[in-house]
């Protein structure tokens, strides 16, 4: 099962573009990347999920080189709201690594 | 849209009685649950994985006897925590997997006092 890697903690303030990486070096060729956030409390929720190159939707874009072994979270404009935990993960098992904490100040 | 319901939200339990969890698939058919655990302050870790009408599979280090996974339909899917610990004191997570589409539960938080 592939292996997670992101960085523990971010900071940012509102109205910055936020980028997570993640380090996924033994991802499978039929995995799909997905990054999920999760407040506190609540089960993780949906952000977006690609297989190559890079994808967008309303809420944020993901960005996967074409060695697929690392994938790049990109948060537009963020608000205090955007304080969470952001997971990535790949497969369909879903096994979660440690999240990166990121945390919006006005 | 399509979402997973999880019931009860929290459950508060002596120390040595059971308590069950459902989590129900909504508007789609979960043809594999997976169940998640999570510890204040820690990341979601993987219970086990059911399909339906099949035995759970449970990853290492996880009772079976003690955490029971029943997956008898494509909507619902049970966790039993059977004699409980406040050890077992943690936050409960079910995910609905089926052909198209997969959902996380609100979360089940259990006290056991």
């Known amino acids: 099962l592939a292996k997670t890697t992101q960085p523990i903690s971010m900071d940012s303030y509102e109205g910055q573009e936020v980028n997570i990486t993640c380090s996924h070096n033994?991802?499978?060729?039929?995995?799909?990347i997905t990054w999920y956030q999760q407040f506190p409390s609540q089960g993780p929720r949906f952000i977006i999920q690609?297989?190559?190159t890079k994808v967008t939707n309303e809420v944020a874009s993901l960005f996967i080189p074409a060695d697929r072994k690392s994938s790049t979270l990109s948060l537009p404009r963020v608000s205090l709201s955007d304080t969470a935990v952001y997971y990535c993960?790949?497969?369909?098992?879903?096994?979660f690594g440690q999240g990166t904490e990121l945390s919006v100040k006005p | 849209g399509a979402v997973v319901s999880q019931h009860p939200s929290w459950v508060i339990c002596k120390s040595g009685t059971s308590v069950k969890i459902e989590c129900r698939s909504l508007?789609?058919?979960?043809?594999?649950m997976f169940w998640y655990r999570q510890f204040p302050k820690q990341s979601l870790m993987l219970m086990a994985t059911?399909?339906?009408?099949?035995?759970?599979?449970?990853e290492q280090g996880v009772e079976k006897d003690k955490f029971l996974i029943n997956h008898a339909s494509l909507t619902l899917s049970t966790l039993t925590v059977t004699s409980a610990h406040p050890e077992d004191s943690s936050f409960y997570i079910c995910?609905?997997?089926?052909?198209?589409?997969?959902?996380f539960g609100p979360g089940t938080r259990l006290t056991v006092t």
């Open positions: 033994n991802i499978a060729t039929n995995d799909y």
């Open positions: 059911s399909n339906e009408g099949s035995k759970a599979t449970y």
């Open positions: 993960l790949v497969g369909r098992k879903l096994i």
């Open positions: 508007d789609f058919q979960a043809t594999t």
């Open positions: 995910r609905g997997v089926g052909a198209y589409e997969q959902y």
């Open positions: 690609g297989y190559k």
